[in-house]
């Protein structure tokens, strides 16, 4: 079964390098799509495996699959293979040599998320989450406008910064375990509880690598890279940046607090998430209420949402079934407005939300599912995130933060105020001045992806037998019993 | 006989490396911050083989000639990579005058070494005591990073920051496995390029490198 961990890695690799060889084919705008898939099987084999009771690895111990690695890789893939399909470049644009790039690093982007959930290494892990910033750096630039130029400068700067401020944490963490008998960034061996690491410096080092992940996952005050980088990259790189990059940076987090747990307690990291994830929230509620343009919209949407997750962390195990639920819902969902964004924002050519009104009465094949995956978004049953929202806050009540739930919970109404204005501005009405139109009932793109995506969202909380036993063990494995 | 060079030998290096940082702080010419990187690099380098030599690793000379070749000659040839009759005339108007900055670079070392005494419990081994520098470079950098203007400058200080960190892994646990180290490498060195490549193609969007200018994007 091992070799499977292999597939995610070298996989994207083949088809990246086969972007790049195809020369004018038509072909290669299925790069993407390949690669996705690749990484959602492999994902899924590692998923079986797990259950079956195996904990897949190989390289000497350098990749591991636990249930919480495999769910990760399943979610990666599944948000990927949403993104490039939907947002598939038309046969003639895909001949261009910007386009052989372009789909070779998103093969590459793919590659290195996997390699980031599969390492058994903070220290690799860390490199990966790296190579992720490397991969999208031109992907934000993609389009050479002046706008995504800035975009990109500010991502690639402060996103590395915050890596580096990562790698100085994992660096204390690493000199911490030299106190010991075998020196090493392993996080299975870091999170045995009968090492003796030394406190102050797991302090320190946790501290640090938290907040380095933090600025990755997009989480406030470190946020201001991401509204930029959001609403310029091209529709499915925001979808997968968006969907997956936080949440597996996001994942990182889990894994540095699994070991500092064990040595200082939950305490400390709590707080520190709790500030982060309420001032997140706080963030996106003051910035939405007058936000102009949809790309940007969604993208403090994913602040908003990213906090709300890191509140679930700093609550701890009750609430992680919820929160990598959660990690699930959002991808998918976000992946499907960012594709529905780009397609909107092809035939209306503004980024305006008060240019583009009456959607639903002019172009109903966009506003549909916009509609409704707005609606899942802001967190209507049955899509899964109303129910990871309901699994947090109760959690939250049940270990004693209510006072931070509480106030998330008025900044989530305010938000969700926001949001619902917003969305009614673009979509109902009347056209202006009565001018004759016919109704577009295109989806201007592939339509499976968008109906597979909202499906998955609002049947996958319904489903005990595989999801939810495998989010109790993915819990299990981050030393929560629940 | 080296024993008792040791002590000497990282207390030379780790002060050339202060001093290099704290003169790329002084420094206004980008010309001169590049040579001071590259000796930077290079001091780095020789700790690194210091630290081998002491600890009797030869695994750790490896990665000492890794770092020269990178941070000693890679990086500084890719940053200087165009006409040197232009670079030369690149000034630096920093947020901070010399005074301020030089000043801020005093209160930065000194509170390192109160953090690193204190909150860490270092400094009862002759590495444990030079790590103070390390951490002072990553916060000189932070200085550099904000309060720079210009694209290739504000690289600069994003360097300096990685050398720091880089530094304060050698002293405190003589440095991280060597895969990682090389993956590191690895992923500045591209860092470095993709911002190369993003100032260059500033200079063509924007007629210039002043990050000031990146402005159009807000809510």
């Keep these: ?482 | 006989m080296f024993e008792t060079f040791y002590p000497q030998l990282i207390g030379l290096c780790t002060g050339a490396l202060l001093l290099t940082s704290a003169l790329m702080v002084w420094r206004h010419s980008l010309l001169a911050s590049i040579r001071l990187l590259a000796l930077q690099g290079m001091a780095l380098a020789a700790l690194v083989a210091v630290i081998g030599i002491a600890e009797g690793e030869p695994e750790l000379v490896l990665v000492s000639l890794l770092i020269l070749s990178v941070k000693g000659v890679g990086l500084p040839w890719v940053l200087a990579h165009q006409s040197k009759a232009s670079i030369k005339q690149i000034q630096e108007s920093p947020r901070l005058n010399p005074t301020a900055a030089l000043l801020a670079v005093t209160l930065l070392t000194i509170l390192s070494y109160v953090v690193v005494s204190r909150v860490f419990g270092l400094g009862d081994t002759t590495t444990g005591h030079a790590a103070p520098i390390g951490l002072a470079m990553v916060l000189i950098g932070f200085l550099l990073l904000i309060s720079r203007r210009r694209a290739r400058s504000q690289l600069i200080g994003f360097l300096l920051l990685d050398n720091g960190i880089a530094t304060l892994a050698f002293l405190t646990s003589g440095g991280v496995p060597i895969l990682l180290e090389f993956a590191v490498s690895l992923d500045v060195l591209l860092v470095v390029l993709i911002l190369h490549v993003f100032a260059g193609r500033m200079r063509t969007k924007f007629g210039g490198t002043a990050v000031d200018q990146l402005r159009e994007l807000h809510d």
């Design chain 1, 1 to 482: 079964m091992s070799f499977v961990l292999w597939i995610p890695l070298v996989g994207p690799l083949v088809f990246a390098g086969l972007s790049l060889l195809l020369g004018g084919s038509a072909l290669r705008r299925f790069v993407g799509v390949a690669a996705s898939s690749a990484v959602l099987v492999s994902g899924l084999l590692l998923v079986s495996a797990v259950l079956g009771g195996s904990v897949p690895d190989s390289g000497g111990g350098m990749l591991r699959a636990d249930a919480l690695s495999a769910y990760m890789l399943s979610v990666v893939g599944a948000v990927g293979l949403i993104s490039t399909w939907g947002g598939l470049s038309s046969a003639a644009s895909s001949r261009t040599k910007d386009a052989a790039g372009y789909e070779a690093l998103i093969a590459l982007f793919l590659a290195a998320m996997s390699l980031a959930v599969l390492a058994d290494s903070i220290g690799l892990m860390w490199a990966a989450v790296e190579a992720t910033t490397i991969a999208t750096a031109f992907l934000v630039g993609h389009h050479r406008t002046r706008r995504s130029l800035e975009a990109a400068w500010k991502y690639v700067i402060l996103g590395s910064v915050g890596v580096a401020i990562a790698l100085l944490g994992i660096v204390l963490i690493y000199a911490a375990s030299v106190g010991t008998d075998t020196p090493t960034l392993s996080w299975v061996l870091l999170s045995q509880s009968t090492r003796g690491l030394d406190p102050a410096l797991i302090t320190a080092g946790g501290a640090l690598a938290v907040l380095g992940f933090a600025t990755k996952s997009g989480l406030a005050p470190m946020h201001s890279w991401l509204p930029d980088a959001h609403s310029q990259a091209p529709a499915p790189v925001s979808g997968l940046m968006s969907g997956v990059l936080l949440s597996v940076a996001l994942y990182a987090i889990l894994r540095i607090q699994s070991i500092t747990n064990l040595v200082i307690g939950p305490e400390f990291l709590r707080t520190m998430l709790s500030i982060g994830g309420l001032l997140s929230l706080l963030v996106a509620a003051s910035l939405l209420i007058r936000q102009r343009d949809y790309k940007r919209m969604l993208a403090y949407s994913s602040i908003e949402h990213m906090g709300l997750m890191a509140i679930g962390v700093a609550i701890g195990p009750a609430a992680l079934p919820s929160v990598l639920l959660y990690i699930l819902g959002h991808g998918l969902i976000k992946a499907t407005l960012f594709v529905i964004s780009g397609r909107i924002l092809k035939v209306e050519g503004t980024p305006v939300i008060s240019d583009v009104r009456a959607l639903l009465v002019r172009r109903p094949g966009l506003a549909v599912p916009w509609l409704i995956a707005m609606a899942a978004i802001v967190g209507f049953p049955p899509f899964s995130i109303f129910f990871s929202e309901v699994g947090i806050i109760m959690a939250g009540w049940s270990v004693g933060l209510g006072g931070v739930v509480g106030a998330a919970l008025v900044l989530l109404l305010v938000i969700f105020a926001a949001f619902t204005r917003l969305t009614v501005q673009m979509t109902i009405g009347a056209p202006p001045d009565g001018a004759a139109f016919t109704p577009d009932y295109s989806s201007h793109g592939p339509r499976l992806p968008i109906i597979l995506a909202l499906a998955t969202t609002a049947t996958v909380a319904f489903v005990a037998e595989p999801v939810g036993t495998l989010l109790l063990q993915a819990t299990a494995v981050l030393g929560g019993t629940n």
